[in-house]
């Protein structure tokens, strides 16, 4: 059975590049009918939080992706325990007494003499009574013994991918306070929740690598690999997940549509245009890994919004009743004011400003040439209730007595009602204006 997860570090809040992993590895177990595992990557004590495990199902569960099961991996400490002393026995795993200081010298001194910086193994040549003493002076932290040869895979979306085990440091998988780190811990649970494809950021290359011997160390079997491209921004800066304005969160703020997001995400990076979906199961159905590449992907958040009108204007009043009454518009108006509004606006927040116009009447846009025209105009108007009819009555009558047609005739008593040069039909918007436009 196809298995996947999803492994957030509950210390934040998710963040667009986040979803990318989320949506590949939920898309790929959906279509296969298999099990999509999200796991809270909660070994760090100090910096997970749960009001962002919290806020991280939240975001999930509003964009429509569901789990089939929450893992932590802090109630699996005892699984990583028993994975260390298996290490250690086989010889795979050995204890290390550098500061961070000696490190960072050491790494300089290296590329300095035009060497990679990798760590030099000084540790295995330590004696008993040297350990002894460091550890009681400094404490310790535990690195995985590589072997150095070539590790190569078939990566999804990448192709070959074939690293010389030579050219990285020995990864560290304990931290001096007995933390374990995420390399270990996914490993661990990927093995023993049968993960069978893990789909990820090409920052993460050479962590699989290193992954990929711990795994067949611990006789697990190595899943698939795919590492999608990273995200940057318009013009090919790096994005941060510090920026606020890329937070799930905040996207939902600003009142973009799920479906928005999940459309352009399913595609960004892709061969495939981006297509609008309606549902979630329809991003699955249509998603194929194979189309994406490795360069790095342009993300732009301005792009959600003319996906979230597009979304917007195809829904029919029965998804939106709620939202529409909300405002206070009368049940009897309220398909009438969708029906009117839906393609006039960019997010379900613009409906407010609308019927703001409608119920109080709009701040009049006139120009000084056209100010007595509309004081006539105005004067031939019927004080509500309007109807169908009203716009073009009402237009006639103004033909009539002031000669004025065409665009100099309809524009300015737009602009005297509405307050706006354009938006729907005007003898659609007459029957919702409840009081008589004033100037």
Known sequence: MTTTRFAPSPTGYLHIGNLRAALFNAALARQAGGTFILRIDDTDPERSKQEYIDAIMEDLTWLGITWDRVEYQSKRLDRYDAAKQRLIEMGRLYECFETPVELDLKRKK?????????????????????????????????RFKLDHKRIEWCDGIIGD????????????????????LYTLASVVDDTEMGVTDVVRGSDHVTNTATQIQMIEALGGTVPR??????????????????????????????????????????????????????????????????????????????????????????RPYGEVREQVLALGVPDALGERFWNVVRENITTL???????????????????????????????????????????????????????????????????????????????????????????
């Open 225 to 314: 690999f795919a590492h999608h491209s990273l995200l940057t921004g318009p013009q090919g800066e790096a994005l941060s997940k510090r920026l606020g304005t890329l937070a799930l969160r905040d996207l939902r703020q600003e009142g973009i549509a799920p479906m928005a997001i999940l459309s352009l995400m399913a595609r960004l990076g892709s061969s495939d245009p981006v297509e609008l979906r309606d549902t979630v199961d329809e991003v699955y159905a249509n998603f194929d890994l194979s189309k994406f590449g490795s360069a790095p992907t342009k993300f732009d958040a301005d792009d959600l919004k003319p996906l979230t009108h597009r979304y917007l204007a195809a």
């Open 161 to 180: 991918i074939s690293i010389d085990a030579a050219s990285v440091s020995d990864p560290v998988l304990f931290k001096n306070d007995g933390q374990i």
């Open 349 to 439: 927040d613009d409906m407010e400003s609308w019927w703001a116009v409608f119920r109080d009447g709009a701040e009049a846009q006139v120009d000084a040439e056209d100010a007595d025209f509309v004081a006539q105009a105005l004067s031939l108007l019927d004080e509500p209730p309007y109807t169908d009819a009203t716009w073009g009555d009402w237009t006639a009558k103004v033909k009539e007595a002031t000669g004025r047609k065409g665009k100099g005739l309809f524009m300015p008593l737009r602009r005297a009602v509405t307050g706006r040069s354009r938006g729907p039909e005007m003898a659609d918007v007459m029957p919702l204006v409840q009081r008589k436009p004033k100037v």
């Open 110 to 142: 290296q590329m300095n003499m035009g060497k990679p910086p990798v760590y030099d193994r000084a540790a295995l040549a330590l004696s008993e009574d040297e350990k002894d003493r460091l550890r009681a002076e400094r404490g310790s932290h535990w």
